[in-house]
Nanobody
């Protein structure tokens, strides 16, 4: 069983930055692929970024490419999402997710992830 708790969301002006954190419980966190997804009001949950267990493979959605970086510190059981040059369209609830069935690869599909946090709100004002 893995529990995920996100933090770091908030209100920021367009062009600003935020770093989201996701703290995980459980001894096997370091072996799981991790992902970040987001959901804006009235929209489906969409992929943002993913990282494999050692951080050697990452993926970013086209909508955030060049502006977001996913990273992890396995000794701290934490995964991060650094977001720069934020835009109003980045406003959403951001969710951290774990895929216990993958280690070296990743998926961009939310249904492949079997553990989820409660989410943290990111609001970008224009």
């Amino acid at each position: 069983q893995v529990q995920l708790v996100e933090s770091g969301g908030g209100l920021v002006q367009a062009g600003g930055s935020l770093r989201l954190s996701c703290a995980a419980s459980g001894r096997t966190f370091s072996s799981y692929t991790m992902g970040w997804f987001r959901q804006a009001p009235g929209k489906e949950r969409g992929f943002v970024a993913a990282i494999n267990w050692i951080g050697s493979r990452t993926a970013d959605a086209d909508s955030v490419k060049g502006r977001c970086t996913i990273s992890r510190e396995n000794r701290k059981n934490t995964v991060y999402l650094q977001m720069n040059s934020l835009k109003p369209e980045d406003t959403a609830v951001y969710f951290c997710a774990a895929d216990s069935r993958r280690s070296s690869s990743y998926s961009v599909h939310s249904q492949e992830y079997n553990y989820w946090g409660q989410g943290t709100q990111v609001t970008v004002s224009s």
